[in-house]
C-alpha cells in the first residue's frame, strides 16, 4: 500500500466535470481536490474541498489570466503530488502550474473528441506526464496512449 | 415527461424552437427545457435558463425521454439514469459551437447504440412525432463509472508514478496461420452464393437491384466485397451465384463481369436460376451440385446480402480433421453468413421439397454422429435487409478499411467529407451516373445511378434508387424513394407542393 498522497482533479462544468467524477475511483483513497468553473458541484464531491476558478475561453484573454492566477493561488496553498485532468482551459493552466511545483500531471483527452485530440489537448500533450484517450483509434506512438474510457 | 437540455454554455434556440412549435401543433404540456442565456425563449413550453446540479437530476428522473445538444455532460447524466436520449449536434457553421465535434461525436456514440442522432430540424420533426409509438423503447443504460482499464492505469499511476505496458485493443481477431501452409490439402474451392430469397425485402424493391449488387462504397458492391474475401483464401474458386428472379439476371451479370475483371486470377463466377422454388438453402445447393466445377472441392455457402466477415482463415482447417461442417460464426456464437460443407454432406437432401441448410442440413448431419464446428470469423454479422441496415452496413465497411490513424486518408477513401467542406456529411455514396446538384445536402444516404438531385434538396439517411428526380428544395429523411414507392410519392409530392404555394400566398 502506497503512502496517501495529495491529487488535484481538475475540469470545467459541464461534460468535462462529469467524466472526471467518473474516474473517481481511481483516487479515491487518496486525498482528493477538486477545481472546478461552475459552483454547486460542492456536494457531489464533499467531503473533498471544491475550488472554483474563473470560467475562460481562449478568446478572453482577461478572463483566462484571472483563471490563471486563481489556479496559481491554489496551486501555492495545495501543493498536489498529482494533478489530473479532463480539460479545457483550467485543466491545461493546473498541468502547467502543477509542473512547476513537482506533480505529476494525467489528461485524459475528453471522449467528446472522437476525430482529432482537442486543442487544450494538443497544448498540454507535450507537458502530461500520462496522456490518454478514450478512443483507441487516436492513440499512436509519440502521441496519446489509449487505455479504457469513461463509457 | 420530454426534458430538454442544451447544456452550460450558449443557447440552442435551432433546437428550443422546433420543439416550441411542436408542443404548440401538438398541444403537449409535458416539456420542460433548459434553453441557456437565451433572448427568445420558448413560449409554449416551461423553461429555465440554467439548472443546478440538483434540479438537472431531479429533471432527468422525471423524463421518459431526453432531448439535448450533443454535449457529454448531459448524454452521460442521461445515460447513467438509463433514459432514452435524442441528441441534435450543434454546427459551427451557425455558430452554435467552436467545432463540429459534437456531430462526430454524436454519431460515434450512435454507433454503438447509445443515443439517437438527429442532424437538424428537419430530422427532429419526425422523430418528435414518432415519441408517442416508440416510449416503451429500451435505452441504454451504463454503469456508475468509467471502464475498469481505465480507472486501474490511472491508480496505478498515481501510485507508481508509471503505467506498464499497454493495453490490448482488440482490433482484429486473433491472427492464425496463413492458409496456403496450412490447409495445404484443398486446392479448390466450390462457392454457391445465394443471391435471391423467397420474399424479397422492401430494400430490394425499392433499390430495384439485387441487394448483391448495391455499392458500399463508390468503388464497391457487396458482391465485390465478396469476392475481394473470397481471394484471401488463394485457391481455384468457381462461384455460383444463384437467383431466383430473371429480372436480376441482366445487373447481376454487368456487376459479375466488373467484380472479375477487377480482380486477376480471382474467382470465376457464373450466375444460375434457382432450378426449383421453394427449394430451400440446402435444396438449391444440392440441385445445383451437377453444375459444380469442382465437384469434390470443399463448398462454401454464403449470403450474399450480407457483408463479409473480417476473416477467412481457419474456415478450412477444421475439414483437414474430420469436420464435415464448418460454420463461420460471430464472436458471439451467431451465424456470420457463411458455412463450408464437404460435398458428400449435400446427399442427405432429400429430392423434393424444401431443405433448409441451417434448420435441417446441419442438424440432420449432427444426428448422425458427424461433426459440425463452428469457426470464429467476425465480431458481428450485418445482413442487408432494410434501409437502416444498409446503411449500417456501408459505415462498418468505412471503418473496416479506413486507416485509423489519418482522417485525412480516411475521408478519401471512403468518400467521407467533413462538415464545412461541402454539404455532404457522414457516409454518402453517389454512384457514378447520379446527378446530384452541389448544393443539395446529403447526409448518411445512397445515390443510385440515374437518379437526380436539384439544389436544396436535403436527403438525410435515405435511399434514392435510380430514375427517380428529387425536386428542388425537396427534404427525404429515413426513407427510400424508388421501385414501387414510386408513385406513392408522386401523390404526396403533389400534396406537399400545395401546401407550399399556400404558405406562400399567406406571407
Same mark, same amino acid.
Given at each position: 500500500?502506497?503512502?496517501?498522497?495529495?491529487?488535484?482533479?481538475?475540469?470545467?462544468?459541464?461534460?468535462?466535470?462529469?467524466?472526471?467524477?467518473?474516474?473517481?475511483?481511481?483516487?479515491?483513497?487518496?486525498?482528493?481536490?477538486?477545481?472546478?468553473?461552475?459552483?454547486?458541484?460542492?456536494?457531489?464531491?464533499?467531503?473533498?474541498?471544491?475550488?472554483?476558478?474563473?470560467?475562460?475561453?481562449?478568446?478572453?484573454?482577461?478572463?483566462?489570466?484571472?483563471?490563471?492566477?486563481?489556479?496559481?493561488?491554489?496551486?501555492?496553498?495545495?501543493?498536489?503530488?498529482?494533478?489530473?485532468?479532463?480539460?479545457?482551459?483550467?485543466?491545461?493552466?493546473?498541468?502547467?502550474?502543477?509542473?512547476?511545483?513537482?506533480?505529476?500531471?494525467?489528461?485524459?483527452?475528453?471522449?467528446?473528441?472522437?476525430?482529432?485530440?482537442?486543442?487544450?489537448?494538443?497544448?498540454?500533450?507535450?507537458?502530461?506526464?500520462?496522456?490518454?484517450?478514450?478512443?483507441?483509434?487516436?492513440?499512436?506512438?509519440?502521441?496519446?496512449?489509449?487505455?479504457?474510457?469513461?463509457? | 415527461?420530454?426534458?430538454?437540455?442544451?447544456?452550460?454554455?450558449?443557447?440552442?434556440?435551432?433546437?428550443?424552437?422546433?420543439?416550441?412549435?411542436?408542443?404548440?401543433?401538438?398541444?403537449?404540456?409535458?416539456?420542460?427545457?433548459?434553453?441557456?442565456?437565451?433572448?427568445?425563449?420558448?413560449?409554449?413550453?416551461?423553461?429555465?435558463?440554467?439548472?443546478?446540479?440538483?434540479?438537472?437530476?431531479?429533471?432527468?428522473?422525471?423524463?421518459?425521454?431526453?432531448?439535448?445538444?450533443?454535449?457529454?455532460?448531459?448524454?452521460?447524466?442521461?445515460?447513467?439514469?438509463?433514459?432514452?436520449?435524442?441528441?441534435?449536434?450543434?454546427?459551427?457553421?451557425?455558430?452554435?459551437?467552436?467545432?463540429?465535434?459534437?456531430?462526430?461525436?454524436?454519431?460515434?456514440?450512435?454507433?454503438?447504440?447509445?443515443?439517437?442522432?438527429?442532424?437538424?430540424?428537419?430530422?427532429?420533426?419526425?422523430?418528435?412525432?414518432?415519441?408517442?409509438?416508440?416510449?416503451?423503447?429500451?435505452?441504454?443504460?451504463?454503469?456508475?463509472?468509467?471502464?475498469?482499464?481505465?480507472?486501474?492505469?490511472?491508480?496505478?499511476?498515481?501510485?507508481?508514478?508509471?503505467?506498464?505496458?499497454?493495453?490490448?485493443?482488440?482490433?482484429?481477431?486473433?491472427?492464425?496461420?496463413?492458409?496456403?501452409?496450412?490447409?495445404?490439402?484443398?486446392?479448390?474451392?466450390?462457392?454457391?452464393?445465394?443471391?435471391?430469397?423467397?420474399?424479397?425485402?422492401?430494400?430490394?424493391?425499392?433499390?430495384?437491384?439485387?441487394?448483391?449488387?448495391?455499392?458500399?462504397?463508390?468503388?464497391?458492391?457487396?458482391?465485390?466485397?465478396?469476392?475481394?474475401?473470397?481471394?484471401?483464401?488463394?485457391?481455384?474458386?468457381?462461384?455460383?451465384?444463384?437467383?431466383?428472379?430473371?429480372?436480376?439476371?441482366?445487373?447481376?451479370?454487368?456487376?459479375?463481369?466488373?467484380?472479375?475483371?477487377?480482380?486477376?486470377?480471382?474467382?470465376?463466377?457464373?450466375?444460375?436460376?434457382?432450378?426449383?422454388?421453394?427449394?430451400?438453402?440446402?435444396?438449391?445447393?444440392?440441385?445445383?451440385?451437377?453444375?459444380?466445377?469442382?465437384?469434390?472441392?470443399?463448398?462454401?455457402?454464403?449470403?450474399?446480402?450480407?457483408?463479409?466477415?473480417?476473416?477467412?482463415?481457419?474456415?478450412?482447417?477444421?475439414? #483437414?480433421?474430420? &469436420?464435415? +461442417?464448418?460454420? *463461420? !460464426?460471430?464472436?458471439?456464437?451467431?451465424?456470420?453468413?457463411?458455412? =463450408? /460443407?464437404?460435398?458428400?454432406?449435400?446427399?442427405?437432401?432429400?429430392?423434393?421439397?424444401?431443405?433448409?441448410?441451417?434448420?435441417?442440413?446441419?442438424?440432420?448431419?449432427?444426428?448422425?454422429?458427424?461433426?459440425?464446428?463452428?469457426?470464429?470469423?467476425?465480431?458481428?454479422?450485418?445482413?442487408?435487409?432494410?434501409?437502416?441496415?444498409?446503411?449500417?452496413?456501408?459505415?462498418?465497411?468505412?471503418?473496416?478499411?479506413?486507416?485509423?490513424?489519418?482522417?485525412?486518408?480516411?475521408?478519401?477513401?471512403?468518400?467521407?467529407?467533413?462538415?464545412?467542406?461541402?454539404?455532404?456529411?457522414?457516409?454518402?455514396?453517389?454512384?457514378?451516373?447520379?446527378?446530384?446538384?452541389?448544393?443539395?445536402?446529403?447526409?448518411?444516404?445512397?445515390? #443510385?445511378?440515374? &437518379?437526380? +438531385?436539384?439544389? *436544396? !434538396?436535403?436527403?438525410?439517411?435515405?435511399?434514392?434508387?435510380?430514375? =427517380? /428526380?428529387?425536386?428542388?428544395?425537396?427534404?427525404?429523411?429515413?426513407?427510400?424513394?424508388?421501385?414501387?414507392?414510386?408513385?406513392?410519392?408522386?401523390?404526396?409530392?403533389?400534396?406537399?407542393?400545395?401546401?407550399?404555394?399556400?404558405?406562400?400566398?399567406?406571407?
Amino acid at each position: 500500500m502506497s503512502a496517501k498522497k495529495r491529487v488535484l482533479a481538475v475540469a470545467s462544468g459541464g461534460g468535462h466535470w462529469v467524466q472526471l467524477l467518473r474516474m473517481s475511483p481511481a483516487f479515491a483513497e487518496h486525498e482528493v481536490i477538486y477545481v472546478t468553473t461552475i459552483k454547486g458541484y460542492e456536494d457531489e464531491v464533499a467531503p473533498s474541498r471544491l475550488h472554483v476558478v474563473h470560467d475562460a475561453s481562449r478568446w478572453d484573454k482577461i478572463g483566462l489570466l484571472r483563471m490563471f492566477l486563481r489556479m496559481a493561488w491554489i496551486m501555492l496553498c495545495e501543493r498536489p503530488h498529482i494533478v489530473i485532468t479532463t480539460g479545457a482551459a483550467p485543466g491545461y493552466f493546473a498541468l502547467r502550474l502543477g509542473k512547476l511545483f513537482g506533480a505529476k500531471s494525467i489528461w485524459v483527452d475528453s471522449i467528446a473528441n472522437v476525430d482529432e485530440l482537442s486543442m487544450s489537448g494538443r497544448l498540454a500533450s507535450k507537458h502530461a506526464d500520462l496522456f490518454l484517450t478514450q478512443w483507441s483509434d487516436l492513440a499512436c506512438d509519440g502521441g496519446p496512449e489509449f487505455r479504457g474510457s469513461v463509457l | 415527461m420530454i426534458f430538454v437540455a442544451v447544456g452550460t454554455q450558449l443557447p440552442f434556440n435551432r433546437m428550443v424552437d422546433t420543439i416550441d412549435r411542436w408542443a404548440k401543433a401538438n398541444g403537449r404540456k409535458d416539456i420542460f427545457a433548459q434553453v441557456g442565456d437565451t433572448e427568445t425563449p420558448p413560449r409554449f413550453i416551461e423553461w429555465a435558463k440554467f439548472l443546478t446540479p440538483e434540479e438537472f437530476e431531479e429533471r432527468l428522473d422525471q423524463a421518459e425521454v431526453v432531448i439535448a445538444h450533443a454535449g457529454m455532460g448531459t448524454i452521460l447524466g442521461a445515460l447513467l439514469k438509463g433514459k432514452r436520449i435524442i441528441v441534435m449536434p450543434r454546427l459551427a457553421r451557425l455558430h452554435e459551437q467552436r467545432n463540429d465535434h459534437q456531430t462526430a461525436t454524436a454519431q460515434r456514440l450512435s454507433e454503438r447504440g447509445l443515443v439517437d442522432v438527429v442532424l437538424d430540424e428537419a430530422e427532429l420533426e419526425p422523430v418528435l412525432d414518432s415519441l408517442e409509438n416508440t416510449d416503451t423503447k429500451t435505452a441504454a443504460c451504463i454503469s456508475k463509472y468509467a471502464t475498469p482499464e481505465l480507472i486501474g492505469a490511472i491508480e496505478t499511476f498515481i501510485n507508481n508514478g508509471n503505467v506498464s505496458g499497454t493495453l490490448d485493443v482488440p482490433r482484429a481477431l486473433p491472427s492464425r496461420p496463413a492458409y496456403p501452409i496450412r490447409a495445404a490439402g484443398v486446392d479448390t474451392l466450390q462457392v454457391v452464393m445465394l443471391a435471391g430469397a423467397i420474399r424479397p425485402s422492401p430494400l430490394r424493391q425499392a433499390a430495384m437491384r439485387p441487394l448483391a449488387t448495391l455499392p458500399l462504397d463508390e468503388h464497391t458492391t457487396v458482391l465485390d466485397a465478396w469476392m475481394q474475401w473470397l481471394g484471401q483464401f488463394q485457391r481455384d474458386t468457381d462461384v455460383l451465384l444463384v437467383i431466383n428472379q430473371e429480372a436480376d439476371l441482366e445487373r447481376l451479370e454487368a456487376c459479375a463481369a466488373q467484380a472479375m475483371q477487377r480482380m486477376e486470377d480471382g474467382p470465376h463466377v457464373r450466375i444460375v436460376r434457382d432450378p426449383v422454388d421453394w427449394r430451400g438453402s440446402a435444396g438449391v445447393v444440392a440441385d445445383l451440385r451437377e453444375t459444380f466445377a469442382f465437384p469434390d472441392a470443399p463448398v462454401v455457402v454464403i449470403e450474399s446480402s450480407c457483408l463479409p466477415p473480417l476473416d477467412y482463415r481457419g474456415l478450412l482447417d477444421p475439414l #483437414l480433421g474430420d &469436420a464435415e +461442417v464448418v460454420i *463461420g !460464426a460471430t464472436v458471439d456464437c451467431a451465424p456470420a453468413g457463411v458455412c =463450408v /460443407l464437404q460435398p458428400k454432406t449435400l446427399d442427405v437432401v432429400p429430392d423434393i421439397g424444401y431443405f433448409d441448410l441451417k434448420e435441417q442440413l446441419i442438424p440432420s448431419i449432427r444426428k448422425r454422429g458427424q461433426r459440425v464446428c463452428s469457426v470464429e470469423v467476425t465480431d458481428c454479422l450485418t445482413r442487408i435487409r432494410t434501409l437502416e441496415s444498409y446503411i449500417t452496413a456501408i459505415q462498418r465497411w468505412a471503418m473496416r478499411y479506413a486507416p485509423p490513424k489519418s482522417m485525412g486518408l480516411h475521408h478519401q477513401a471512403t468518400g467521407r467529407t467533413v462538415l464545412d467542406r461541402g454539404p455532404r456529411l457522414g457516409t454518402c455514396i453517389i454512384e457514378a451516373g447520379a446527378e446530384v446538384s452541389s448544393d443539395a445536402v446529403v447526409h448518411d444516404s445512397i445515390i #443510385l445511378e440515374g &437518379a437526380s +438531385v436539384h439544389s *436544396g !434538396a436535403v436527403i438525410s439517411r435515405s435511399l434514392v434508387a435510380s430514375g =427517380v /428526380l428529387v425536386q428542388a428544395n425537396e427534404r427525404i429523411v429515413r426513407r427510400t424513394v424508388g421501385g414501387n414507392d414510386q408513385a406513392r410519392r408522386k401523390i404526396e409530392h403533389a400534396g406537399r407542393s400545395g401546401n407550399r404555394e399556400q404558405k406562400v400566398a399567406v406571407s
